[in-house]
Structures are given as structure tokens and as C-alpha cells.
Nanobody, 128 residues
């Protein structure tokens, strides 16, 4: 099982930017697609963005498309979420997750994807 560790959260003013990082260790020999989710108090956890193992395929929630960019580091065990033009509604705990599912399965059956590894979460607060 892969262990995930997020970093980069904090407090920023509306319109500002933050970059979240997720470092994976203890990975299996299988390739991992990775994703970001977020959860605000009193709300359901929601999907934010996902990226394939090679970094060539990406998927974004409509609420963040055009503002957030997910990327892979040179080492495939590290992913980033560049968050720009932040809004108060972006305030949430952000979680990194990993899955062995293929990209084709992810885009066709997202609700059935097994994200077997999760980070501890990092708080992002956007002040109005």
C-alpha cells in the first residue's frame, strides 16, 4: 500500500494562489493514477482533479476548471495542485488519493473507482 503525505495548505486571501503537494512512498509495482478531493464542514467530500500515472491525462471538476492545474513531478510519486484565483468557497480540507485503476476505467466509471490510499488532508482557507 502506498502512503501519501500532503503539504502546502494554509490561509490565503481571495484571488490568491497556493500549491499543494502530495508525496507518495512505499508504492507497489503497479502504476497509480492520483487525485485530489476536498471536504468542507457540513458538506460531502467532492472530487477536485485527477491525473494519470504518466501525467498525460487530466480531469477537473467544473468548479475548479480554468483555475486549478494538476501536474506530475519528474518522479511519478509526486503530484501537485496549483490553485489560482482562489475563492472563499474553495475553503476545505484537501485530500490526496491514489488508485491502481486504469484511466479508461476512471473516466468511464468514476463512482466505482477504488481509491485505496488517502493522505491525512491539508487545510486550505480562503478569506473573503
Amino acid at each position: 500500500q502506498v502512503q501519501l503525505l500532503e503539504s502546502g495548505g494554509g490561509t490565503v486571501q481571495t484571488g490568491g494562489s497556493l500549491r499543494l503537494s502530495c508525496a507518495a512512498s512505499g508504492r507497489s509495482s503497479s502504476n497509480y493514477a492520483m487525485a485530489w478531493f476536498r471536504q468542507a464542514p457540513g458538506k460531502e467530500r467532492e472530487f477536485v482533479a485527477a491525473i494519470s500515472w504518466g501525467g498525460g491525462n487530466k480531469k477537473y471538476a467544473d468548479s475548479v476548471a480554468g483555475r486549478f492545474i494538476m501536474s506530475r513531478g519528474n518522479a511519478k510519486n509526486t503530484v501537485y495542485l496549483q490553485m489560482n484565483s482562489l475563492k472563499p468557497e474553495d475553503t476545505a480540507v484537501y485530500y490526496c488519493a491514489a488508485t491502481e485503476s486504469t484511466w479508461s476505467f476512471i473516466i468511464s466509471s468514476f463512482e466505482r473507482v477504488d481509491f485505496g490510499s488517502w493522505g491525512q488532508g491539508t487545510q486550505v482557507t480562503v478569506s473573503s
